[in-house]
């Protein structure tokens, strides 16, 4: 299984960027994705979720700003992100799970400074 994580960078505050996970070795449509990220010295956390059938769930601090969604026909996922902020600094994973299973990819360091 492999999860290849992108598009992450350095940008200003306000700015945008959108990352994208290409998923292999897994039946992609039936797997929920997500992204998480983790700060330093902080735990990681859940930033957006995709379930199968589309549903989708954000953390409160990312809602209205991020977008999830997933390309079943290229086996990705996307996280478009408006408005950042420094907070959002963090390393973004892209994770899939499918019952008992989880998979995890490298992360992707997203810096948001001026």
């Known amino acids: 299984v492999q999860l290849q994580a992108s598009g992450g960078g350095l940008v200003q505050p306000g700015r945008s960027l959108r990352l994208s996970c290409a998923a292999s070795g897994i039946a992609f449509s039936i797997y929920g994705m997500g992204w998480y990220r983790q700060a330093p010295g902080l735990q990681r956390e859940l930033v957006a979720a995709v379930t199968a059938d589309g549903a989708t769930n954000y953390a409160d601090s990312v809602k209205g700003r991020f977008t999830i969604s997933r390309d079943n026909t290229k086996n990705t996922v996307s996280l478009q992100m408006n408005n950042l902020k420094p907070e959002d600094t963090a390393v973004y994973y892209c994770?899939?799970?499918?019952?008992?299973?989880?998979?995890w990819g490298k992360g992707t360091q997203v810096t948001v400074s001026s």
């Open positions: 994770n899939a799970r499918l019952f008992g299973m989880t998979h």
